[in-house]
Nanobody, 124 residues
Framework: QVQVVESGGGLVQAGGSLRLSCAAS????????MGWFRQAPGKERKFVAS????????YYADSVKGRFTISRDNAKNTVYLQMNSLKPEDTAVYYC?????????????????WGQGTQVTVSS
């Protein structure tokens, strides 16, 4: 049984930083791609960032490029999302997702397993 569990959300002031973590179990972590998506109240789920199985390829939404960094530690079965220069519009529930095919995808339907989400709130 594959499990994906996010942590690290919280309340931060605009301009601040947070680091989200996502631990995956039950699969060969070093062969899967991972992604982060977010969903604000009343809005659809949107792509944030993705990293391939090796960690050598990453992709970001334009809205977070230059502020967020996705990385992974295959020895710990964990992927991270470092979020800097946070803005109120970054407020959302952030979801981590696992894609068994190891390449990057921007499409939520391409991911096979999802975490329960972690709330990030950025105050102005």
């Amino acid at each position: 049984q594959v499990q994906v569990v996010e942590s690290g959300g919280g309340l931060v002031q605009a301009g601040g930083s947070l680091r989200l973590s996502c631990a995956a179990s039950g699969d060969t972590f070093s062969s899967v791609a991972m992604g982060w998506f977010r969903q604000a109240p009343g809005k659809e789920r949107k792509f944030v960032a993705s990293i391939d199985w090796s960690g050598g390829n990453t992709y970001y939404a334009d809205s977070v490029k230059g502020r967020f960094t996705i990385s992974r530690d295959n020895a710990k079965n964990t992927v991270y999302l470092q979020m800097n220069s946070l803005k109120p519009e970054d407020t959302a529930v952030y979801y981590c997702a696992l894609r068994r095919e190891g390449s990057i995808s921007l499409v939520w339907r391409a991911y096979d397993y999802w975490g329960q989400g972690t709330q990030v709130t950025v105050s102005s």
